[in-house]
């Protein structure tokens, strides 16, 4: 029987992202413990970026929209094992050259995170997971910024398309 998201087991880093262990996403949740994610930024051919938004019973920036199919790296998977899931478990799209852009440190009051970000092209048809994602459509870049102004985006998210050069 898989473990329950609360049950995966997720590898614990510190401040220069080496290994210092695992524990469950809860603990690592309720102690706000640093760990490793993979960010996937999907733009169609026209150079649009596919944004979804979070469910309400997500663990962490429920309701926020995202720009990127986003997960906790499991403990024994690398960054881009964890980046292929996700586009796979979120989207449903598989077969995705990615292709690495940076890596980023981010901290909130409930997030402490290093991320890989990559980014792949795709036109979909997507198959958004139900208990991860409401809804999603893809947007020029430049509309992000007046989505910010009306509705919450998840902050790794907003620090992510700092980076970027739009």
């Not at 999603?136 to 398309?161: A, C, N, Y």
């Amino acid at each position: 029987m898989p473990a329950t998201p609360d049950q995966e087991l997720i590898e614990i880093v510190d401040q220069e992202n080496i290994s210092l262990g695992v524990t469950t996403r809860s603990v690592m949740r309720q102690q706000n413990l640093l760990h490793r994610a993979s960010y996937v930024l999907v733009f169609n051919r026209t150079g649009e970026l596919f944004i979804h938004q979070r469910t309400l019973n997500k663990d962490i920036y429920p309701g926020y929209w995202d720009i990127a199919a986003s997960g906790v790296v499991l403990a024994g998977e690398t960054y881009q094992e964890c980046a292929l899931r996700e586009v796979r478990e979120e989207l449903g799209i598989g077969d995705v050259r990615l292709r690495h852009l940076f890596d980023q440190y981010y901290e909130d009051s409930h997030n402490r995170v290093w991320g890989r970000v990559y980014c792949c092209t795709s036109e979909g048809p997507f198959i958004l997971q139900p208990e991860e994602i409401t809804r999603g459509h893809f947007i020029h870049p430049s509309q992000l910024r007046i989505l910010q102004q009306k509705e919450p985006v998840t902050p790794d998210s907003v620090m992510i398309f700092s980076r970027l050069p739009y």
